[in-house]
T-cell receptor, first 111, second 115 residues
Framework: SQKIEQNSEALNIQEGKTATLTCNYTNYSPAYLQWYRQDPGRGPVFLLLIRENEKEKRKERLKVTFDTTLKQSLFHITASQPADSATYLCALANRDDKIIFGKGTRLHILP | EPEVTQTPSHQVTQMGQEVILRCVPISNHLYFYWYRQILGQKVEFLVSFYNNEISEKSEIFDDQFSVERPDGSNFTLKIRSTKLEDSAMYFC?????????????FGPGTRLTVL
């Protein structure tokens, strides 16, 4: 069955450094990969989408890479700030309306 | 900025009772979704709805669940006979185009507690 793994349950990063989160998947060939942010008790907030034929996408301090050979996506936050502390979700989709989420990585940016 | 709204924010019900969770998607959106998140677990896709019919559903979305767009603004999820394991946060989402390829906007969620 399809499986998504996000590298660790929790990640502590010093303020100002780059945070790198990993999403690996198996038994799936997604056409699209999305990253969301979720704060406690709130709904996910869409951040970035990358297509299978794209290697990299950037948005302000965020960068996503997508390697379909390794079946992996990396999500980077540069110049991290305490306000970036949240859970980050990786989600996979094909050309239908069904989206599969990973369990998420809790990121803590330490001041 | 337009947003997805959901009511109620918290629903407590007895096992076996029917519940209806309500959502108002963003007005020009065409695709609607329900997800659930059991406490401490991942967000799980339940169903997608487009052009007044279900376009995709997961294994979780069995005969106990149904969705409806009763008018031009509301999108509802009904659970006919709730079970203890239905306790979760239920999120509604909407998108202008298919959510696979476009931004999905999530509502704040309804916390369902089944006693």
């Amino acid at each position: 069955s399809q499986k998504i793994e996000q590298n660790s349950e929790a990640l502590n990063i010093q303020e100002g450094k780059t945070a790198t989160l990993t999403c690996n998947y198996t038994n799936y060939s997604p056409a699209y990969l999305q990253w969301y942010r979720q704060d406690p008790g709130r709904g996910p907030v869409f951040l970035l989408l990358i297509r299978e034929n794209e290697k990299e996408k950037r948005k302000e301090r965020l960068k996503v890479t997508f390697d379909t050979t390794l079946k992996q996506s990396l999500f980077h936050i540069t110049a991290s700030q305490p306000a970036d502390s949240a859970t980050y979700l990786c989600a996979l989709a094909n050309r239908d309306d069904k989206i599969i989420f990973g369990k998420g990585t809790r990121l803590h940016i330490l001041p | 900025e337009p947003e997805v709204t959901q009511t109620p924010s918290h629903q407590v019900t007895q096992m076996g009772q029917e519940v209806i969770l309500r959502c108002v998607p963003i007005s020009n959106h065409l695709y609607f979704y329900w997800y659930r998140q059991i406490l401490g677990q991942k967000v799980e896709f339940l169903v997608s709805f487009y052009n007044n019919e279900i376009s995709e559903k997961s294994e979780i979305f069995d005969d106990q669940f149904s969705v409806e767009r009763p008018d031009g603004s509301n999108f509802t999820l009904k659970i006919r006979s709730t079970k203890l394991e239905d306790s979760a946060m239920y999120f509604c989402a909407s998108s202008e185009n298919s959510g696979s390829t476009d931004t999905q906007y999530f509502g704040p969620g309804t916390r369902l507690t089944v006693l």
